[in-house]
T-cell receptor, first 115, second 110 residues
Framework: GAVVSQHPSWVICKSGTSVKIECRSL??????MFWYRQFPKQSLMLMAT?????????EQGVEKDKFLINHASLTLSTLTVTSAHPEDSSFYIC???????????FGPGTRLTVT | GQNIDQPTEMTATEGAIVQINCTYQ??????LFWYQQHAGEAPTFLSY????GLEEKGRFSSFLSRSKGYSYLLLKELQMKDSASYLC???????????FGKGTTLSVSS
């Protein structure tokens, strides 16, 4: 099956700093990538949908100026958490989909801890 | 909008069969997915149903009834490694991204 990677797998940062998370599709071209957030013992919450070369579509309640998404190529999307706060600590998971299928392939996730 | 309901927790013993139900309400249906997620890991794909009926894939089967807004995931010959969270998902209103239910945590004991 298709492979999606994320980097870093975990990160600890201080409050007020910014953190960038990368999501890459390794063996297919991802026309659409998705960013989810998951708090402990809760389900995945969709944050935004990004299409290559265009602005991301954010879900209601997600601050687009705080969670910057860039989908510059068909294999790379980045999520930057700006001015991070402890409440942003979570498991961030990206997924990607090609243009001819319904299935989304998930990356391994990035655990962010803001101190 | 989308609404997905699943039981929060289920328990079963090794070798048994368990059925995890999912009911959904969605404006515009483009298929239903089941994913498995172990603690601290990303979800892995199990099945995708777009037409009514049962689809079997090894020990796992998934059923869909579009008229009832209902699906189930059937796990046979349970193994300890099947202890995980099972997530039911449908497409969002735009038909672009998956919206997940809260998941069912399955605990398999010996």
């Amino acid at each position: 099956g298709a492979v999606v990677s994320q980097h870093p797998s975990w990160v600890i940062c201080k409050s007020g700093t910014s953190v960038k998370i990368e999501c890459r599709s390794l063996d297919f071209q991802a026309t659409t990538m998705f960013w989810y957030r998951q708090f402990p013992k809760q389900s995945l919450m969709l944050m935004a949908t990004s299409n290559e070369g265009s602005k991301a579509t954010y879900e209601q309640g997600v601050e687009k100026d705080k969670f910057l998404i860039n989908h510059a190529s068909l294999t790379l999307s980045t999520l930057t958490v700006t001015s991070a706060h402890p409440e942003d600590s979570s498991f961030y998971i990206c997924s990607a989909r090609g243009d001819r299928e319904a299935e989304q392939y998930f990356g391994p996730g990035t655990r962010l801890t803001v101190t | 909008g989308q609404n997905i309901d699943q039981p929060t927790e289920m328990t079963a013993t090794e070798g048994a069969i368990v059925q995890i139900n999912c009911t959904y309400q969605t404006s515009g249906f483009n298929g239903l997915f089941w994913y498995q997620q172990h603690a601290g890991e990303a979800p892995t794909f199990l099945s995708y149903n777009v037409l009514d009926g049962l689809e079997e894939k090894g020990r796992f089967s998934s059923f869909l009834s579009r008229s009832k807004g209902y699906s189930y995931l059937l796990l046979k010959e349970l193994q300890m490694k099947d202890s995980a969270s099972y997530l039911c998902a449908v497409f969002n209103q735009a038909g672009t991204a998956l919206i997940f239910g809260k998941g069912t945590t399955l605990s398999v004991s010996s």
